[in-house]
């Protein structure tokens, strides 16, 4: 009940197997914010949770950069330089990781959560 909403985010997202942004705890029909605490919440040990999982989505610009956006709060919540040119991304199935392609031939897979660069291809 002391947790926030997002640590339980965070843990459903680890066992369920997708990124955190995808996860949303509903109360009966209200949505909990992700800064809520869950006491605050007026939830206790116990209480029936909801998780819906929201599609991310990945927006590339003709500069490389690649956004990671919520719809949840309408925001870009993490950005990255994948290529010095125009890029396409694309999501794995557990939106875990992202496959970017450019115009400059390369391609490459990054970590989605971290914005880390796995491989260039």
Partial sequence: PD???EQLQEQVAVVVGV???RVRLVSGATPLSRA???SAA???DGSL???VLLPPMLITTSQGIVKLWSLESGKSVRTWQAHGVDCDAVFSPTQLKCLTS??????KLWNAVTA????TL
């Fill in 116 to 119: 880390e660069c796995l491989h």
């Fill in 19 to 21: 990124h955190p942004l």
């Fill in 102 to 107: 450019s115009e400059d031939g390369t391609a």
């Fill in 49 to 51: 949770l909801t998780v």
């Fill in 42 to 44: 007026g939830l206790e």
């Fill in 3 to 5: 947790s926030s909403t």
């Fill in 36 to 38: 809520s605490v869950l």
